[in-house]
């Protein structure tokens, strides 16, 4: 099982590459949780709500077969989240990105136009975002590649 991260501030192309590189290769991607739980809900989010979605992130990473995963987006994600939103972080939510964690990352950079949607928030942070990832990334020890768009 080979399983690929792919990360990055909003608006920064995650879900393009996720699905081309599944594609490409004849993996499996792996939409983004976060997004379709938030395009449901038709409120403000709570804490409780991340915690909702951290851990159907960690149901789907706890039922894979083998194979070639894309995840657009994944726990790291969330735990930046939370610690920028809420400023902690659950205990087991650090305990499951070390029980499951990618092979590689594919970081996106903050390099193109940013594109509102209703579930998106932070057009200011972006770089912010990108360097706290990468920061979590190279904690974990685990290989990854900054993706930058050329125009």
């Not at 909003?10 to 594609?23: F, P, R, V």
């Not at 070639?68 to 902690?88: G, Q």
């Not at 940013?114 to 972006?126: A, H, L, M, T």
């Amino acid at each position: 099982m080979q399983r690929i991260g792919i990360i990055g501030p909003e608006s920064t192309g995650k879900s393009t590459l996720a699905q081309y590189l599944a594609k490409r290769y004849h993996g499996v991607y792996v939409p983004e949780y976060a997004r379709t739980y938030m395009e449901n809900i038709n409120r403000p989010y709570t804490m409780e709500d991340v915690e909702t979605i951290a851990k159907q992130q960690i149901e789907q990473l706890q039922h894979l077969s083998d194979g070639l995963y894309f995840f657009d987006t994944e726990l790291i994600v969330t735990k930046v989240w939370f610690d920028y939103k809420y400023h902690r972080v659950p205990l087991w939510l650090e305990e499951a990105i070390h029980a499951y964690p990618m092979d590689t990352y594919l970081l996106t950079y903050p390099d193109i136009k940013w594109e509102p949607d209703p579930v998106r928030e932070n057009p200011d942070i972006r770089l912010e975002l990108f360097e706290r990832y990468e920061q979590e990334i190279q904690q974990l020890n685990i290989p990854y590649y900054i993706i930058k768009h050329t125009c």
